[in-house]
C-alpha cells in the first residue's frame, strides 16, 4: 500500500471512528433529556457531561483525521501519534462503561492513527 492509500483509509477510519463517537455523545444527550424529564437531575447532569466530552472529542479526532491526510508526512505521523494516544487512553478509561458505540468508535480511532503512522514513516 503505497503512502496516499494509507492516508485515505486513515482518513476514512479515523473520521468514521470520530463520528460514530459523536453519535455516542448525541445518545448521552437524549439519555440527559430524558433523565431531566423524569425528574432525575443528577443523572441527567453526568449525561450532559459525557455529551459535551464526547462531541468535543469526536470533532476532534475527525480534525485529527483531516490533517494527517494531507501531503506532509509529518502531519500524517504527528496525527497518528496523537490519535493512537488518546485512542488508547479512551479505551483504557472508557471500556463498556458508556456504551459499545463510543468504544468502536474509538477502536476505529485506533486504526486511523496507526495507518497514520505508518504513512508517515
Known amino acids: 500500500m503505497n503512502d496516499r492509500g494509507g492516508r485515505g483509509l486513515g482518513l476514512l477510519f479515523g473520521a468514521l471512528g470520530g463520528g460514530l463517537i459523536v453519535v455516542e455523545g ?14 432525575h437531575p443528577y443523572l441527567a447532569l453526568g449525561a450532559f ?30 496525527s497518528g501519534v496523537v490519535m ?16 459499545l458505540i463510543g468504544l468502536l468508535g474509538s477502536l476505529f480511532v485506533l486504526i486511523g492513527g496507526l495507518l497514520f503512522l505508518v504513512a508517515g514513516r
Request: proline share 0%.
Open 26 to 39: 448525541l445518545i448521552d444527550f437524549v439519555r440527559g433529556a430524558y433523565s431531566v424529564a423524569i425528574g
Open 49 to 78: 457531561g459525557a455529551f459535551v466530552l464526547f462531541v468535543v472529542l469526536g470533532l476532534v479526532f475527525i480534525m485529527f483525521a483531516v490533517l494527517g491526510s494531507s501531503r506532509e508526512q509529518d502531519r500524517a505521523l504527528a
Open 84 to 99: 493512537v494516544v488518546v485512542a488508547l487512553l479512551g479505551i483504557v478509561l472508557l471500556g463498556f462503561a458508556n456504551g
